[in-house]
């Protein structure tokens, strides 16, 4: 079927959209990403690093389709990376030594999301033949950036993903991941192997959902065994990818469904903070843009999450594991934008805030923390919800659902900026923005570079890559320049440190006279440096995302340069964790180029931290000026800084030490690991495929092979032999006009409903106790209690 109008209309009106680069507002299309952006970080200064999920990609690494590459960030072209395990929906984080970790994922699947070729014991896939992929459910990857100097055939810019070496304990799919204070990454529920939401209708097991939901928290490098979070088990279904943001007191906020509580990680206790107001879900799948807003010397450094869209939904409209209850993409999503400062320094008890609203209505827009202190909102929809599906409540047959297998619609190409610093009423503008015609719905990502550009790519609401569909598997990356760009010259500050402390002695940088034009002291007072951490993007989030204005006076000299004497991090790791950051100098509200640089010791380890030391005062020279031009070719040039990388990489080697004494063999496993050669004896080999079948499901993201909820009695009976709502096949879902040769059509009562199967060969279990046989199953239809069978349609 023809999609509907408003898109159309909107990929027309936008279509002039390709303007030249760097064009202060305009977003440019500047190459392919090879795999899907559905997971971007920032390596260092000339690479992001692009996870995908294993899928039938196009392009091919040793001989399977690939789901991980490098992106040149001045050269605009991606270079394939292998990697092993499934890193579907995956959470991520930086490690203090600049490296970063990728957290569980999926298992292994094949075509059309059909669960891998070879089963676990668990009945999710191990490893599958065709896509390659090995069961990424409770994998731990690590990658330690390279830069075009390095080697990249060794070992060492590669990806270490071995889950027999290093895995976490629990499987986890959309973890909530945060750092401590120490480095050491909190991972926080999830599913066990996936869904549209993470609970069963009615939901009468809200901690375990049968074995679906991973109500439990652990730590990496582990400090425990994984421990059950209560709050995991209250925010039941809408807990999956928590907000979580560690706060000064080293509490954790944690924000899901509709409630929020500050946790403490070391003694496991919670306090609760208001409900969100108007009930509006910010978490996955409604998504939500949440940040926290820029940490500053005038606000003393206090935390502030901005929450703004997301969905107010009805609660029964979220429906279940299987999808939702409701055309979701018929629903506006909210505009609606609340504060919160979870620990008020004047003691006030912390309360959520009104803010502004936004422009449109977003669900899955993201929050980009720009260098000059500003919140750019870009990707999302005006209707919806993330997550993809092959019904709904109200939508049983596929052909039926308007938008392919996305529950969003009408994509938001226009981005929009937010300024905390504004009056009440103010704060959002998109004026002199521009606009993209390009898609990005659920799976797309966004990330701050270090010329302070913002990369923006992914979108992929389908199961597999499909590419003639409305919202179809996009890898064309884009490349917004905030409204600086239109600057005609740039800051170029000398001296920028490789590393920062925790408190200590300032350092100096200069601002040379050909940085600005006007008054030199006016320029030096106008004058902020910022460390600006962009996190780990996934699902309209930057996990980790932090913007930190470091304290700092000035010396101004006659010949227009100025001196900037510049505090060290505050000495609290808990206000800016251990890790990687861009060190930018914004003058008048133009950025530098960033400068990576490490905070803190590389080390997952109790920081050191020391007192602060006093600035000197500033000294004003009145007839000081600028000599910048207005030749706008400066504000171009990318300058790596070699003193930076290879700070990076003495910090990289320090904490692979760390690592490696923590998990013993990792360095040899990882040499041996670059061929891809796995240790396939180490993975269960399934000795039949009886139970579970290939996937596709009628919920969202699909090799779930625990229990629909759907089918609550089923799984009752004989969980081990649960059949699987993931089981509905999509390349089966036109075949009801001619079905499947070997197919049988099967009607069963489950649920008050009556259900209809063209059931191939699982085995299930029916409400008589009769065992069934069948290898793929197509749900026709649920409505009302009548059953919508397959040749009437
Ligand atoms: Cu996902």
């Not at 900026?417 to 959002?428: A, F, L, Q, V």
């Not at 923590?662 to 690991?673: E, H, L, S, T, V």
Request: proline letters at 7%; one cysteine or more.
């Amino acid at each position: 079927m023809l999609p509907s109008l408003p898109w159309l209309a909107f990929g027309v009106a936008s279509s002039s959209n390709l303007v030249s680069a760097q064009t202060a507002g305009s977003i440019s299309q500047v190459g392919s990403s090879l795999v899907s952006a559905m997971m971007m970080f920032l390596g260092n200064e000339e690479k992001v690093y692009i996870l995908d999920k294993a899928e039938g990609n196009s392009a091919q690494i040793n001989g399977h389709p690939a789901w991980g590459a490098a992106w040149d960030i001045n050269g605009h072209t991606a270079t394939l990376m292998d990697v092993y395990t499934n890193t579907f929906c995956a959470s991520g984080m930086h490690l203090p030594n600049g490296s970063y970790a990728t957290f569980g994922g999926n298992g292994a699947v094949g075509p059309g999301g059909n669960i891998g070729s070879v089963l676990n014991n668990a009945g999710s896939g191990a490893y599958d033949a065709t896509y390659g992929d090995y069961d990424g459910g409770n994998a731990i990857r690590i990658l330690n950036p390279c830069t075009n100097a390095d080697d990249w055939s060794s070992s060492q810019c590669q990806w270490f993903d071995n889950a027999t070496v290093l895995a976490m304990q629990k499987r986890r799919w959309y973890s909530a991941c945060e750092p401590l204070g120490d480095g050491t990454i909190a991972l926080i529920g999830g599913f066990v192997n996936g869904g549209y939401i993470n609970r069963n209708t009615p939901n009468t097991d809200p901690a375990y959902e049968g074995g679906a939901a991973e109500p439990t928290y652990e730590f990496f490098p582990s400090r425990g065994n994984a421990t059950e979070m209560q709050f995991m088990v209250s925010t039941s279904g809408l807990n999956s990818y928590a907000h979580t943001y560690l706060m000064p007191s080293g509490k954790m906020l944690v924000q899901a469904n509709i409630s929020t509580m500050l946790w403490d990680p070391d003694t496991n206790t919670e306090t609760p903070l208001p409900g969100m107001p108007g009930n509006v879900v910010r978490v996955y799948p409604a998504s939500g843009a949440v940040a926290m807003l820029p940490l500053t010397p005038a606000n003393n450094w206090t935390p502030t999450i901005l929450f703004c869209g997301g969905s107010d939904m009805p609660d029964t409209y979220w429906g279940n594991y299987s999808y939702p209850y409701y055309n979701t993409w018929d629903y506006p999503a909210s505009k609606d934008c609340q504060r919160l400062t979870p620990e008020p320094q004047d003691g006030s008890s912390p309360a959520y805030q009104q803010d502004d609203d936004m422009l449109e209505g977003r669900t899955m827009g993201q929050f980009i923390a720009l260098p000059d202190g500003t919140m750019l909102v870009v990707n999302g929809g005006m209707n919806g919800t993330a997550g993809y599906a092959q019904a709904t409540g109200m939508t049983p047959n596929f052909n039926d659902m308007p938008y392919g297998e996305s529950l969003a619609a009408g994509p938001v190409g226009t981005p929009a900026i937010y300024n905390p610093n504004m009056p009440s009423g103010s704060r959002w503008s998109n004026a002199g923005l521009g606009n993209s015609n390009i898609a990005r719905l659920y799976h797309s990502s966004a990330m701050l570079l270090p010329d302070a550009s913002v990369m923006i790519a992914g979108s992929n609401p389908n199961i597999d890559v499909n590419l003639t569909t409305i919202f179809p598997t996009t890898y064309t990356v884009e490349v917004f320049y905030p409204p600086y760009f239109s600057a005609p010259v740039r800051p170029q500050p000398t001296g920028v440190p490789t590393q920062l402390s925790y408190g200590g002695a300032y350092f100096n940088i200069t601002v040379p006279s050909t940085s600005y034009s006007g008054s030199a002291n006016a320029a030096a007072a106008n004058t902020t440096v910022v460390l600006s951490r962009g996190g780990f993007t996934t699902h309209a989030m930057n996990m980790g995302q932090r913007h930190l204005q470091l304290n700092n006076t000035y010396t101004v000299n006659s010949d227009g340069s100025y001196v900037l004497h510049v505090a060290q991090a505050p000495p609290n790791p808990n206000i800016f964790q251990p890790g990687p950051a861009l060190l930018f100098v914004v003058v008048n509200g133009i950025p530098s180029n960033g400068t990576m640089v490490i905070v803190g010791s590389g080390n997952i380890e109790t920081q050191p931290t020391s007192a602060v030391s006093d600035l000197p005062p500033n000294v004003l020279n009145d007839a000081a000026q600028g000599k910048g031009s207005s030749d706008s070719s400066q504000s171009s040039s990318s300058k790596p800084s070699t003193g930076v990388i290879v700070g990076a990489i003495v910090g990289a080697i320090a904490v692979i030490g760390v690592v490696g004494a923590a998990f013993g063999i990792y360095m040899a496993r990882r040499r041996r690991a670059a061929s891809r050669q796995h240790p396939a004896a180490a993975y269960a080999m399934g000795t039949t495929r009886s139970g579970y079948m290939g996937s596709g499901v009628a919920g969202a993201d699909y090799t779930r092979h625990s229990d629909s909820s759907a089918f609550v009695p089923l799984q009752q009976d004989n969980p081990s032999m649960a059949w699987n709502a993931s089981s509905v096949s999509l390349q089966y879902r036109d075949d009801f006009g001619g079905r499947p040769s070997d197919g049988h059509l099967h009607t069963y009562r489950l649920c008050d409903d009556v259900w209809t199967f063209i059931v191939q060969d699982p085995v299930f279990k029916m409400e008589s106790n009769e065992m069934v046989s069948a290898r793929r199953i197509k749900i026709v239809a649920c409505k009302n209690g009548d059953a919508i069978e397959a040749g009437k349609k």
